[in-house]
């Protein structure tokens, strides 16, 4: 099964700053996605990103606040832009394996405090 | 709005002890209902059930559907301080090529000595 790499593991973060969080899968995968955990909350999704074409938003979330790239097909960044304490958060990249490619597979997660 | 409940919201045993845990769903166009745990920060997949009545089963760990009555349970057995863990549940749509699960808020088990 592919392995997923994100990076920071973890990091404070100063109110009204940004951080990147970059996402390595060691295989090809068509589309990648990125999720957020909030405290006592469920993961909710915040967008797919496809390489070459722009990353499709869910309801809630917009590209100004969480700008995403994926130059490739093995690569991905998720930019939070202009943080608040509301964007405390474990944020986890995700991609499809398993027979039909059926089954969400998540990266270690990025834990995110803003101050 | 799709939405995923799970029940008990947390959950306290003592190792040995069997559990279930609860999973409704109200997704539209259901396709799939997924099982997660989470230790840390990354669910780990358990289980992934289509079908209605078919028993998926890994070790001390089943999970079944019931896509009359829009839920599933997933049992652990013999509980051991392993098993100490968010557990989630995912409901996926048929949302064409797009691939959404709605996750529920988890249950938290933790398995005491």
């Known amino acids: 099964s592919a392995v997923i790499s994100q990076k920071p593991s973890r990091d404070i973060c100063q109110r009204g700053t940004s951080l990147t969080i970059q996402c390595q899968v060691d295989?090809?995968?068509?589309?990648m996605f990125w999720y957020r955990q909030q405290p006592g909350q469920s993961l909710t999704l915040i967008a797919t990103a496809n390489q070459g074409s722009e990353a499709t938003y869910e309801s809630g979330f917009v590209i100004d606040k969480f700008p995403i790239s994926r130059p490739n097909l093995t690569f991905s960044t998720l930019t939070v832009s202009n943080m608040s304490p509301e964007d405390s958060s474990i944020y986890l990249c995700s991609v499809l394996q398993g027979s039909g490619a059926n089954v969400l597979t998540f990266g270690a997660g990025s834990r995110l405090t803003v101050l | 709005e799709d939405k995923v409940v799970q029940s008990p919201l947390s959950l306290v045993v003592h190792e040995g002890d069997t559990v279930t845990l609860n999973c409704s769903y109200e997704v539209t166009n259901f396709r799939s209902l997924l099982w997660y745990k989470q230790e840390k920060k990354a669910p780990t997949f358990l289980f992934m059930l289509?079908?209605?009545?078919i028993e998926k089963k890994s070790g001390r760990l089943s999970s079944i559907l019931d896509k009359k009555e829009l839920f599933s349970i997933l049992n652990i057995t013999a509980t051991q301080t392993g098993d100490s863990a968010v557990y989630l549940c995912a409901a996926r749509n048929s949302g064409g090529s797009n691939y959404k699960l709605t996750f529920g808020k988890g249950t938290l088990l933790t398995v005491n000595p």
């Open positions: 289509t079908s209605s009545g």
């Open positions: 295989s090809q995968v068509t589309m």
